[in-house]
């Protein structure tokens, strides 16, 4: 089983940036496409950002384009840098693993424990 732990969430200003970390127990990681996901209070998961398995392809929120990066190194460990941040960009972020190359939620396998992300106005 892939085990996940996310870090570098925080507090920011609006305008600010973040980069948050997800790095996966197993080497395996590397057949897995990753994903970034969030949840803010009362609200539905949503997709945020997914990379496929080489990084030769990253797809992208509209609400995040052109302001968060997807990466990932060639050992077990995913980023999402996060720049020009606003305060509905509040949630709770999570990485999750698939085996497949998607958007959808469902599709993926194995999910971190999540860290918050806060940004005041």
């Known amino acids: 089983q892939v085990q996940l732990v996310e870090s570098g969430g925080g507090l920011v200003q609006a305008g600010g940036s973040l980069r948050l970390s997800c790095t996966a127990s197993?080497?395996?990681?590397?057949?897995?496409?990753m994903g970034w996901f969030r949840q803010a209070p009362g609200k539905e998961r949503e997709f945020v950002a997914v990379i496929s398995r080489s990084s030769s392809t990253t797809t992208y929120a509209n609400s995040v384009k052109g302001r968060f990066t997807i990466s990932r190194d060639n050992e077990n460990t995913v980023y999402l840098q996060m720049n020009s941040l606003k305060p509905e960009d509040t949630a709770v972020y999570y990485c999750?693993?698939?085996?497949?190359?998607?958007?959808?939620?469902?599709?993926?396998?194995?999910w971190g424990q999540g860290t918050q992300v806060t940004v005041s106005s």
């Open positions: 197993e080497r395996t990681f590397k057949q897995y496409a």
């Open positions: 999750a693993v698939a085996r497949l190359y998607s958007q959808d939620g469902n599709r993926y396998d194995y």
